[in-house]
Structure formats: structure tokens, C-alpha cells
């Protein structure tokens, strides 16, 4: 997808997710090879500034819509994420057990909500409704994965 679509894709959602005008956000291209992310995002919450940062030179993912919705929904949550964050902090010893399960368990709840949202949106209201599975192709599969449970006692 060339990158003019993608900005007119970018602009699409800033809008349907109402973070403009509440925030000034940019896209940019990171042409980097050795970028291992398809997408990312920098942000100054203090002055509601953002930057998405999306893989022009080797995206993981296929539908890049949907990355760029998935971005989004990160920018969304981001008060929630700041709150959560702030609840382990002051609430866990830094490095502890607790505070390491915590983190995991919010982050990996963050994630999955952020790209159920995510794929919500695309099905409504995207032109490439087809999912990314780009994740999957480098990933264990369900037997590597089992295999590796049979000599938990």
C-alpha cells in the first residue's frame, strides 16, 4: 500500500476514534530494515502530542489498516494504561515477583483488549477487513507448544 493511502487511512480513524482534535498526532514512516516492529507509537501525554511510527520497509503484519487502527486504540487507552501503571508502581515493590506478574497480566490484557477493539473497527468501517497474521507465521506451533507442557509435573 503506498503511503499516501495509509495517511488518508491514518486521518480516517483520528477521526472516527475522535483523537483529533484532542491531540495532535503525526504519522511517520520508519524505513529502517532493521526495525523489528510493524508499528509503534510515541507520545507526550502533557502536551497530547503523538507520533505513530509504522514499518514502511518490513512490515510483520499484512493489513497495515488494521496496525494503524491497533495504534490508535493505544492512544485511546493510554489514560487507563497511565492509571494502571501508576496502581502497580505504588502498589508492588519495583522488580518483585508481584510486581512482574502484575505488569505481565496488564500488559498482556492491554494488548489483547487494544486488538479486540481493534479488529472491531476494521470490520465495521475498514476497506481491508482481512486480518493479520503475520505474528503467527514465526510462531510455535500448537504440538511445539504442547510438547513442551508434557514434562511439567
Known sequence: MDKQSLIAIFEK???KLRITPAWDIRL????DPEWKKTGDFKIDCEDRKAILLLNAANP???????????????IK?????????????NCFEEGSAASNFAYQQFFTA????????????????????????GRCKNGRSFNDLYDGLK???
Not at 487507552?77 to 508502581?89: A, C, G, N, R
Not at 492491554?110 to 497474521?133: H, I, P
Open 110 to 133: 492491554l494488548e489483547q483488549t487494544v486488538e479486540e477493539l481493534a479488529k472491531c473497527f476494521l470490520l465495521e468501517f475498514g476497506d481491508n477487513r482481512e486480518f493479520s497474521y
Open 60 to 74: 510483520k503484519q499484512e493489513n497495515l489498516e488494521e496496525v494503524i487502527i491497533h495504534e490508535l486504540m493505544h
Open 13 to 15: 480513524y483520528c477521526k
Open 77 to 89: 487507552m493510554y489514560p487507563l494504561d497511565q492509571v494502571t501503571e501508576s496502581l502497580i508502581i
Open 28 to 31: 511517520a514512516f520508519v524505513e
Open 151 to 153: 514434562g511439567i509435573k
